[in-house]
């Protein structure tokens, strides 16, 4: 509240767009000790204990901030990973905008969220999204991927920071249960070293630039490189 009351974040976090992240977290366990909120797994027959849920952190320049955390409901969430995260970050981002309103442009969360379900509360909240697409049953998704591999290069940038060079490939679809059109971004790497990579996204956002999407996707990592360090700490 005193970071956005002290104008802080008028400049955004990355080229403008106030950014944030979403992303799961175990906190800690235990196989002795337990209380009532505590979630449960079975390893060689015997009961762990833990405490596990997710976290909404600042991205981009500036300090990172976190500006909410949910924790998992015993009854009520599944233990899993995918589908009881989901639930609890869905919880959490419209607990985050009912506290301090619409403060974030853009919000960057893992492949976890690429389904429709998460693309249409955030739509709902009026918040876009940037998601990365990994392996997945969507069928709309299998087809824009294979659609797009077929694709030239809509941009190359040569010696980009880290790179020998990045091209960009670009494809406009509907994905499944999904009213609004979204994008589909492959960032095709080729390290200095040679080694290749690549980052597949899907987003919300339309008419941002590349270069933007893509500091804002590897900007992601910062909520678990640092964020999530300071909380276990």
């Known amino acids: ?14 080229d403008g767009y106030m950014v944030g992240a979403i992303d799961g977290t175990k906190f800690f366990g235990s196989n002795k000790k337990s209380c009532p909120e505590c979630l449960t797994t079975s390893r060689k027959k015997k009961t762990h204990s833990f405490h ?21 409901r015993p009854g009520e969430d599944i233990a899993s990973k995918d589908e009881g995260e989901q639930n609890v970050s869905k919880r959490l981002i419209s607990d985050v905008i009912m506290t301090y309103g619409n403060i974030f442009d853009v919000v960057v969360y893992d492949a976890l969220a690429c389904n ?5 509360h955030c739509l709902g909240l009026e ?45 406009t679809f509907k994905m499944d249960n999904v009213a609004k059109d979204l994008r589909f971004v492959k960032f095709e790497m080729k390290h200095k070293d040679g080694k ?7 987003t919300s956002c339309m008419e941002m630039s590349m270069k933007t999407l893509f500091k804002m996707i590897r900007a992601r990592w910062n909520i678990e490189n640092c964020i999530f360090n300071n909380l276990k700490e």
Do not use: C
């Not at 509240?1 to 990355?14: C, L, P």
């Not at 429709?116 to 249409?120: G, Y």
């Not at 290749?196 to 899907?202: A, G, M, Y």
């Open 1 to 14: 509240e005193r970071a956005i009351a002290n104008k802080v974040f008028d400049k955004g976090t990355i």
């Open 52 to 72: 596990s849920g997710a976290v909404m952190a600042v991205i981009g320049n500036g300090p990172k901030l976190t500006v909410g955390f949910e924790m998992y």
């Open 116 to 120: 429709s379900v998460w693309i249409n």
């Open 127 to 171: 918040t876009d999204v940037i998601v990365r697409a990994k392996e997945n049953n969507i069928n709309s998704l299998k087809e824009v991927k294979r659609i797009t591999n077929k694709k030239e290069p809509v941009e190359v940038w040569e010696n980009e920071k880290g790179f020998e060079h990045v091209k960009v490939y670009e494809s």
């Open 196 to 202: 290749r990579s690549q980052i597949l996204i899907v």
